[in-house]
């Protein structure tokens, strides 16, 4: 079992439906990490979040450190939405930057 | 204020020769993260330098691979007689100085592919 988990592996929405992307973790962080691929393009990281809860435009990322869950939210998705994106943990104890990966969330967002 | 500048963007190579891949990091960032993307495969991370210093190299792997970030310059991720497995996108992230739980910020990517 991977440690980084990421459910819907696949989404596809209609343009203006609000998005979940969910991710579950199974050790200790100290942080975790909300980034965005596009097909062929570099990483923008979105969030980096402890605790609670982060909101950024449209954008929202909520973190429950008991339960080891994150989930990225999109309100009013827009077909420019469209991309991957990965949760990353970095490890309680572990270097700065030694993330480890989920598998990410291939989103697709129609017009 | 630049981002993260990772070049070249693409590379070729056939195997057995060398690949060098270079990252600058943004401005006032001393920190850079290596990962490395494998095809259909999720992201690695693979190092952590600091200015002269690799601080974590737990994800390089043990032969052909290393890397550096000198005093002045990018830094490098060197990888020496290329095989095919080794064609992936390479991503390098910066930080400034602080630490566990800081935000990255990622460049671009190097595609790597070998013949």
């Known amino acids: 079992k991977n440690e980084v988990e990421q459910s819907p592996q696949n989404l596809t929405a209609q343009e203006g439906e609000f998005i979940t992307i969910n991710c579950s973790y199974s050790?200790?962080?100290?942080?975790l990490h909300w980034l965005q691929q596009h097909p062929g393009g570099g990483i923008v990281s979105l969030f980096m979040?402890?605790?609670g809860k982060k909101k950024h435009g449209r954008l929202i990322a909520t973190i429950n450190i008991q339960e080891k869950h994150s989930s990225l939210h999109i309100t009013a998705s827009h077909p420019r939405d469209s991309a991957v994106y990965i949760c990353?943990?970095?490890?309680?104890?572990?270097?700065?930057?030694?993330?480890?990966f989920g598998k990410g969330t291939k989103l697709s967002v129609k017009p | 204020n630049a981002g993260v500048m990772q070049n070249p963007r693409h590379l070729v190579r056939r195997r057995g020769q060398e690949a060098r891949l270079r990252c600058s990091p943004m401005?006032?960032?001393?920190?850079v993260y290596w990962y490395r993307q494998l095809p259909e495969e999720g992201l690695k991370f693979m190092v952590y330098?600091?200015?002269?210093?690799?601080?974590?190299e737990s994800g390089m792997p043990k032969e052909r691979f290393s890397a550096e970030f000198p005093k002045e310059g990018p830094s490098i991720l060197r990888i020496q007689q290329v095989v095919r497995g080794d064609s992936a996108a390479y991503f390098c992230?910066?930080?400034?100085?602080?630490?566990?739980?800081?935000?990255?910020?990622f460049g671009e990517g190097s595609r790597l592919t070998v013949l």
């Open positions: 401005k006032g960032h001393s920190h």
């Open positions: 979040l402890s605790s």
């Open positions: 050790v200790g962080i100290s942080a």
């Open positions: 330098l600091q200015k002269e210093n690799i601080i974590d």
């Open positions: 990353a943990v970095e490890r309680d104890g572990g270097s700065q930057g030694n993330l480890i």
């Open positions: 992230a910066s930080s400034p100085p602080g630490g566990p739980g800081g935000e990255l910020f």
